[in-house]
């Protein structure tokens, strides 16, 4: 499966956009780009996903570039509860989900 | 409905001490995962069980650790003569056939 870069922190305003940024330059035809979100002390939870088009769902919205080696996660009006480390993941199926380091979001009042 | 459970929630051990780690997937799913996450770390991948098929153990760090899954549901990991650099977070996942895992709260373990 590809491997995924993120940035490690992002700070954002409460109420407003928060814009996490994926880059998988070398994603393969077949693999997905996945989004979980991971709470101090709670396991991963699971955010959205999506292949070619862009994906919304009551959590968030998947922007996948065209050439599809770059995504970005968006919350359209973040919350403190949604201080987390957020991870991007690539896969195609099978076993492993690589979860790498992530980025860790901090939502500020 | 229940969700993902995991017993104990924190465990301390001594060192050279076994331990084992319980898992309880949600109901009907299939797909059984564990890993591990290190202080500060992202989650590193251990072993993958799905149906009746032999597990993917290729995440294993060593041979001190090993999993079982028995009736397709409850699964334990078992880590043998435990070392400082055991102590983590171990998290179960499971899936039913969708893309999407759902995870438990983890075990707190911390080798002294």
């Known amino acids: 499966d590809a491997k995924t870069t993120q940035p490690p922190s992002m700070d954002c305003a409460e109420g407003r956009a928060a814009n996490l940024p994926c880059n998988h330059s070398t994603i393969s035809g077949n693999e997905y780009v996945y989004w979980y979100r991971q709470i101090h002390s709670q396991g991963p939870q699971y955010i959205i996903h999506?292949?070619?088009n862009n994906e919304t769902n009551e959590m968030a919205s998947l922007i996948i570039t065209e050439d599809r080696k770059s995504s970005t996660l968006i919350l359209p009006h973040a919350t403190l509860r949604d201080t987390a480390v957020y991870y991007c993941i690539v896969r195609a199926g099978g076993n492993q989900f690589y979860f790498g380091t992530g980025t860790s979001l901090t939502v500020i009042p | 409905g229940a969700g993902v459970s995991q017993s104990p929630s924190n465990k301390v051990t001594e060192k050279g001490k076994d331990v084992e780690l319980r898992c309880d997937p949600i109901s009907g799913h299939t797909a059984l995962y564990w890993y591990r996450q290190s202080l500060g770390q992202g989650l590193e991948f251990l072993i993958y069980?799905?149906?009746?098929?032999?597990?993917?153990k290729s995440g294993l760090p060593s041979d001190r650790f090993s999993a079982e899954r028995t009736g397709g549901s409850v699964s334990t990991l078992t880590i043998q003569r435990t070392q400082q650099e055991d102590s983590a977070v171990y998290l179960c996942?499971?899936?039913?056939?969708?893309?999407?895992?759902?995870f438990g709260p983890g075990t707190r373990l911390l080798v002294l």
């Open positions: 999506g292949l070619k």
């Open positions: 069980f799905q149906g009746n098929s032999a597990p993917d």
């Open positions: 996942a499971s899936n039913g056939g969708r893309e999407t895992q759902y």
